[in-house]
């Protein structure tokens, strides 16, 4: 028996809704981690339940997201993500499900089976990616947001900046892969999300969303993507990472 209340049982509890997986401590504590597998469509489109169309650039074709089961004999899914000649993302509201003073760690897995030809994010006039993943917020009405691109021709480990929209977005960009990455390879991803906003922006945003994108219209090309999953970690807990070849859908 628990006497006088002094004895504390810690439990952990499970919340699955929408193909998301939120793990959080004891009552009262922030969440510990929070995961998205792309497992259940929203009622009312193709995508992921929680996930809205960012508004698009008019005259210019819309990419393409929408979910694919992974194989016949799976439960969780992959956001299948198409670009022709277009240009789109679909975001999500984080602020309320992660802190990332406290869960960091951003870790994903994606794969590209065809890039934009001659895509650059060097380059204004070639800035095409097939996939690319942003945490962005709002600061005196300027979106800022960090962006980890796979890219075609701009070498692995390039970052830079760029501001759209007449400089009300800016955007702090990494270089994770590139072409010679290699097409139709699954690869695990993990980042330090507050680390590298912190240091692109001065602080560690509390409301933020997280987005994922794909653009082929400056190349006049088309781009072909998946996502596999994408979560939000503590920076302490041990994650190995692999590469996992798969053949092409």
């Given at each position: 028996m628990i006497n006088n209340g002094r004895k504390m049982i810690r439990?952990?509890?499970?919340?699955?809704?929408?193909?998301?997986?939120?793990?959080?401590?004891?009552?009262?504590t922030a969440p510990k981690s929070w995961r998205e597998n792309f497992a259940e469509k929203s009622q009312k489109s193709n995508l992921p339940?929680?996930?809205?169309?960012?508004?698009?650039?008019?005259?210019?074709?819309?990419?393409?997201?929408?979910?694919?089961?992974?194989d016949e004999h799976s439960v969780s899914g992959v956001l299948k993500i198409v670009a022709d000649r277009a240009t789109g993302a679909v975001f999500f509201?984080?602020?309320?499900?992660?802190?990332?003073?406290?869960?960091?760690?951003?870790?994903?897995?994606?794969?590209?089976?065809?890039?934009?030809?001659?895509?650059?994010?060097?380059?204004?006039?070639?800035?095409?990616?097939?996939i690319v993943i942003y945490v962005g917020a709002n600061d005196w009405m300027i979106k800022k947001s960090v962006a980890y691109r796979w890219e075609t021709e701009t070498p692995q480990g390039c970052e830079g900046c760029v501001n759209y929209a007449g400089g009300t977005v800016k955007v702090k960009w990494f270089c994770l892969r590139n072409r010679h990455s290699g097409a139709g390879k699954w690869v695990i991803e993990e980042r330090n999300i507050a680390e590298d906003f912190k240091k692109a922006f001065g602080f560690i945003p509390k409301d933020f969303v997280l987005s994922v994108g794909a653009n082929s219209q400056h190349t006049k090309s088309e781009s072909l993507a998946y996502l596999d999953y994408i979560e939000f970690l503590p920076l302490e807990e041990p994650r190995p990472l692999e590469v996992a070849s798969r053949s092409e859908r």
């Amino acid at each position: 028996m628990i006497n006088n209340g002094r004895k504390m049982i810690r439990q952990s509890l499970f919340i699955i809704f929408g193909g998301l997986v939120l793990t959080t401590g004891a009552a009262g504590t922030a969440p510990k981690s929070w995961r998205e597998n792309f497992a259940e469509k929203s009622q009312k489109s193709n995508l992921p339940a929680g996930w809205q169309v960012s508004a698009t650039k008019w005259g210019v074709n819309k990419t393409s997201f929408k979910l694919e089961n992974k194989d016949e004999h799976s439960v969780s899914g992959v956001l299948k993500i198409v670009a022709d000649r277009a240009t789109g993302a679909v975001f999500f509201k984080l602020s309320a499900m992660v802190d990332l003073t406290q869960t960091p760690i951003m870790r994903w897995r994606w794969r590209v089976n065809k890039f934009p030809a001659g895509g650059d994010g060097r380059k204004i006039a070639r800035d095409d990616q097939a996939i690319v993943i942003y945490v962005g917020a709002n600061d005196w009405m300027i979106k800022k947001s960090v962006a980890y691109r796979w890219e075609t021709e701009t070498p692995q480990g390039c970052e830079g900046c760029v501001n759209y929209a007449g400089g009300t977005v800016k955007v702090k960009w990494f270089c994770l892969r590139n072409r010679h990455s290699g097409a139709g390879k699954w690869v695990i991803e993990e980042r330090n999300i507050a680390e590298d906003f912190k240091k692109a922006f001065g602080f560690i945003p509390k409301d933020f969303v997280l987005s994922v994108g794909a653009n082929s219209q400056h190349t006049k090309s088309e781009s072909l993507a998946y996502l596999d999953y994408i979560e939000f970690l503590p920076l302490e807990e041990p994650r190995p990472l692999e590469v996992a070849s798969r053949s092409e859908r």
